[in-house]
Nanobody, 128 residues
Framework: QLQLVESGGGLVESGGSLRLSCTAS?????????VGWFRQAPSEKGREGVSCIQIGDGRTYYKESLKGRFTISRDNAKKTIYLQINDLKPEDTAKYYC???????????????????WGQGTQVTVSS
């Protein structure tokens, strides 16, 4: 079974940066796999899609309002997906999760239902 482990979260001041990592083990991420980053704020019931990347061709997708501050990338050799977050804002405070899914419908990339395997999350807290 594919296992995903997130790391890189922490407490940062507003305007700071973080790089989150999502490392896969158990199975390799397949060519047709998509890895997404989601987040869940304390006050929210559901998980919000932040970004995703298609392992095969590297195509990326972002939540429109986060473009420019968030960058997703992959290192296939290390089986790791990164999420670089710049100019952090207090509203970015959330637990960030990565998830993997095979044959994700890109029109629904930000739907948690499209993903099969999830990590345990890493907490990001931004102070004002």
């Amino acid at each position: 079974q594919l296992q995903l482990v997130e790391s890189g979260g922490g407490l940062v001041e507003s305007g700071g940066s973080l790089r989150l990592s999502c490392t896969a083990s158990g199975f390799s991420l397949g060519y047709f796999e998509t890895v997404g980053w989601f987040r869940q704020a304390p006050s929210e019931k559901g998980r919000e899609g932040v970004s995703c990347i298609q392992i095969g061709d590297g195509r990326t997708y972002y939540k429109e309002s986060l473009k420019g501050r968030f960058t997703i990338s992959r290192d296939n050799a290390k089986k790791t997906i990164y999420l670089q977050i710049n100019d952090l804002k207090p509203e970015d405070t959330a637990k960030y999760y990565c998830a993997a899914g095979g044959y994700v419908n890109v029109a629904r990339w930000n739907s948690p239902d499209e993903y099969d395997d999830w990590g345990q999350g890493t907490q990001v807290t931004v102070s004002s």
